[in-house]
C-alpha cells in the first residue's frame, strides 16, 4: 500500500528532514504524476485485460455517490423525527 511506504519512509526520518520529504508531494505537478500513474495502471489491470470488474466499480461508485448525495437530507429528516419524538408533536 502506497500510505504503509510513506509511513515507513517518515518513520526513519528526523523532524527537521520532514517538510523537505513532503513539500515536494504537495505541488500539483507530483499529484498530477500520481493520478496519471494510477490511471494507466488501472488501465492495465482492468482495461487491457477486457476484465468486467470497471463496470462494478461504477455500480459501487454510484451507489456510494448516492448515498453520500441523500445522507444530509436523511439526517435532517431523523433529526426532525427525534425532536418530535422528544416534544410530543
Known amino acids: 500500500m502506497a500510505l504503509r511506504r ?36 488501472y488501465n492495465a489491470k482492468y482495461i487491457q485485460t477486457s476484465s468486467i470488474d470497471p463496470l462494478f466499480h461504477v455500480c459501487y461508485g454510484g451507489m456510494i455517490f448516492s448515498y453520500l448525495v441523500a445522507l444530509p437530507e436523511e439526517r435532517r429528516h431523523l433529526e426532525h423525527q427525534q425532536h418530535a419524538k422528544e416534544h410530543g408533536h
Request: glycine share 6%; charged share 30%.
Open 6 to 41: 510513506v509511513y515507513n519512509e517518515i518513520k526513519g526520518l528526523k523532524v527537521k528532514e520532514l517538510p523537505s520529504y513532503v513539500k515536494p508531494m504537495l505541488s500539483v505537478d507530483y499529484a498530477k504524476k500520481t493520478v496519471q500513474k494510477g490511471l494507466d495502471n
